[in-house]
Structures are given as C-alpha cells and as structure tokens.
C-alpha cells in the first residue's frame, strides 16, 4: 500500500513540501526560543487569516504572494497596533495584542466563507498538505533558501542581537535592521507553512522543533541545525503516518512534534524529569 | 574627553552640559540620584543613543557613532542569563568586531580569547553555561568579553550592584589592575560611601553635570547634599 501511495504525486509533493517546511520553519524555530516570544508568534499566526482574506478580497484572486503580502500587512498592522495601544499606559501590551489578533482572527473567519475561492475555511485553519500543488512547492522551496541564506550568512549578528541588543549595538551590529529582518524571516516562515498545518497550528512547528533541542543541548548551533532536522524529520513520519491513523496530516505533524517534546522533556539525558542524573541531583 | 555632551528622549532633555576630560588609566564614576543620567551618558558614550550636541573625542578624533575601543557592559539584570551559550562563547562574542561576520576565528582570534579568560580567572569556568554562573562571575565574564574585543574605554552600567562583599571586592581589585593596564573604566556608581576607594575621578550628575574632578576633592559633604537632596 505503501508503495501505491509513493508512486503518487499527490503524496510526492506533500513529503517533499513536509520535508521542505518542516526544516525550514524547524530551523528557524532556534530564533523563535532565543526570542523568548512565542506567544506573540501564536498571536502573529492567528493574525495571518484576514489579512490573507484582505488580500484575496483586494486582488480578487488568491496566490501564495497574496497570502504573503496580506499576512505580513495584517501582522505588521496588529503588532505595531498593540504597541501603540499599549503605549497609552492603560492596557498592557500582551492584553492589547492579546485583544486585537483575537478580534483580526475573527474578522477572518467571518470574511473567509464569503470570497469566492475554492478552499475551505478549514484549509486555512489547519492545513492541508495533501493539496499542495507544484508552485506551493516551489514557494516552499524558495522561502525555506532565503531563510536559509539569510540566517546562516548573517547568524553573528543576529545572535548578538537577540542575546544583549545594547551590547550587540556598541559592537556596531545594525541591532534594528537585525530585528526587522527576524520579523520578516518570521512572517515568512509562518506562511510557508501555512499549506501544511494552517495558520493556527503553525505555530506548533515554529516553536516545538528547537524548544524540544532545548531540552537536550547547551549547544546554540544545535538549536537551529538539530530544529531543523526534527522539523523535517518529524514532518515527513507524521504524513506517513497519518495516512493508516486516519488522521489529518497537519494536526498529525504537530502532535508528533508535541509528543517529541514531551518525551525530550521527561527522558533527555542532561535535564529530563527522569533521566539519573537530574533525579540524584533532587535528592537531598 | 567629551564635550558639551547633551541628550534627549524626544522633547526631554535627559542630560545637558556634560564636559569632562580624563586619560587612559583613571578609573571614573558616574555618580547621582535615580534618574540623574547616569545610565544615559554611558550609553551616549558607547553610541546608542544618539547625541542632541555635543561630541565624545578619543584618541584627538570625533567618535562618530561606536569605536571597537569602547567596551559596554550593561546593568546584569538586563542580560538574559538563560540565554544558551558557555562562558568561552560569550567572551568570543567579543572577537566579533574583529572578525566580521563571516571571517574564521584565527589563532590570533583564539589566542586573545584565551588570554582574555586567563587574566580573569575564567579558565575553569568557560565551559560552563552563563546561567550556571553567579554574580561575581558574570560581571568578569562580560569584562572577559571586553578584553577579547581588545577594549580601551569600558563603560560599566552599575557594576557593583548586587554583588556580594568577597564579589565586590574582587571585581574592585580587577579595575583596579584593568586601569593600571593603561584602560580607561568609566562605571556609573550609586554608592557615595565606597566611591572614593573605587575610584580615581568622579562626574557628579543630576540630569546636569554638577561637578568633575578627583574624587577625594570633588566629593564634599556640601556637594552631596545639594545633588541628593538631603539635609546635612
């Protein structure tokens, strides 16, 4: 059976895009847990539904490039928004973000059902892998390069920015140009996987991959090359394995992940619950 | 030196009239009330905030926006400690003006990065993770860090606080030898009772310089009352 469904293009793309997003967004996942804001990239994510039902609605047609413009439109929108709110002193600002990505998310769902496009509002809000036609592919593709590239060619400063952005600054690292660019990797990241597991459980493989090599590692590199590898590891297992579990792949990838963590969290040799030696250490 | 130094948060003046002229070896504190600008000068001074007038001259030019001479060490409980990387990691960090982006770190890279936990005593340590390090530690980390970077001017925000009394006393010491290396240390300092055995010269500050010179003749009891605030 296995056999019949490799030798379908249906199920090539799909691997090839979970191998693709899953290490893309996996290895991305160490800027994610260095940030310390995960939560803002849930937020973030929920964001991304109407500005992508915006963009359908201004350009008429929807393309992965609408998505993208859409979502970085609403996302820029809601962040720079709660901040300006937050700023009046009143409301704090994870309750001001907290307020407005709820109600973007909203305006989405009401939005979405009602444009002419073939997908269900359940695509968008889980994904659907198995749908992924050859230009989602090479957008995957394209998108996991840049951020790729980007990352790896400019990991010094984008590290010294994230530990100590004074610090960073006195050594001459252009720290908001930094912190625009991790912002940007981030929207992009987000809609790459966007046809995979949607935009509510994107944040599950942007977050999961490099949190459970936390749990294993001290090692900072291992956080983004070992996120990756699990992402995209864990991406292609969770598709295969959907299939005879009868459960949708999308939500199959980031309970796989989710599991991974926890196993990571309870037997990681260095800093599990149960491992020998984290348990001598809480004896007295 | 730096001269006329002013700073503003958009309409705000933070800091206005700053002039002081000092040389390498002196070790020079910041002094003044909570909000006095103590924090502000030096990150004027390190380049990260920017100058409403004045100029910060080193070395008979202007510094214009940061010099790898210039080492900022920030207040500790502004770092994030949980932040993944071992004490060696840190201090190459330091290496990274030198090295770009891209370049490989060399032996000379490697070496200065050596000699930089050797002279702190941070031999032992530097495969240790930051977090595990306590208060002492961090702060000799971070000035390892300066070293590796081949620093002259250290701008240290609060270096004292927080530190217990063998820490205090020890991190003194350092200073002490740092300045006596020919290092200019310009630390922002909240303790008017240990400032004249730390310190050679001291700016007295209160949103506007008040006072520069030696600190035995700059510090009088008239002076600190009239800055803080306090009856005599």
Known sequence: ?284 | MIAGLSVSYRDILALSGVSMATSCGNRVALIGPNGAGKSTLLKAIAGLVPKSSGEIRWRGTAVRKWSREFAYLPQREEVDWSFPITVRGLVEMGRYPQTGWWRKFSGDDTRAVDAALDSLNLNELQHRQIRELSGGQQQRAFLARALAQEAHVFLLDEPFTGLDRNAAVLLADLLKKLAGEGRLIIASHHELVSAPDLFDEVLVLNTHQVAFGAVTETLTPQLIADTFAIPV
């Open chain 1, 1 to 284: 059976m296995i056999e019949e469904l490799l030798a379908s293009p249906f199920y090539q793309r799909a691997l090839a895009a979970a191998a693709f997003i899953g290490f893309t967004n996996g290895f991305f996942s160490g800027f994610v847990v260095l940030r310390r804001n995960a939560l803002s990239v849930s937020a973030l994510s929920h964001t991304m539904l109407p500005g992508i039902a915006v963009g359908i609605l201004v350009t008429g047609v929807l393309s992965q490039w609408n998505a993208f413009f859409g979502a970085m439109f609403a996302a820029l929108l809601v962040g720079l928004g709660s901040v300006a709110v937050a700023r009046g002193k009143r409301v704090a600002e994870g309750t001001s973000l907290a307020v407005l990505y709820t109600a973007a998310f909203a305006a989405g769902v009401a939005i979405l059902p009602k444009l002419d496009t073939r997908s269900e509002l359940e695509h968008w809000l889980f994904g659907d892998i198995l749908a992924v036609g050859n230009m989602d592919l090479w957008i995957a593709f394209s998108i996991g390069a840049v951020i790729l590239l980007a990352t790896n060619l400019l990991m010094r400063p984008l590290l010294l920015t994230l530990f100590e952005p004074n610090v960073a600054a006195a050594q001459g690292v252009p720290v908001r140009a930094m912190q625009y660019l991790v912002f940007g990797m981030l929207v992009l990241a987000l809609v790459s996987s966007l046809q995979a597991v949607g935009c509510v459980l994107s944040v599950g493989l942007l977050v999961t991959p490099a949190a459970t090599v936390s749990l294993l590692t001290d090692k900072t590199s291992a956080l983004f090359w070992g996120g990756g590898l699990i992402g995209g590891g864990g991406s292609i297992a969770a598709v295969i394995i959907s299939g005879p579990l009868g459960i949708p792949p999308g939500p199959a990838i980031v309970i796989l992940l989710g599991l991974l963590f926890i196993l990571a969290y309870l037997f990681s040799p260095k800093y599990g619950l149960l491992s020998p030696k984290f348990l001598r250490k809480a004896q007295p």
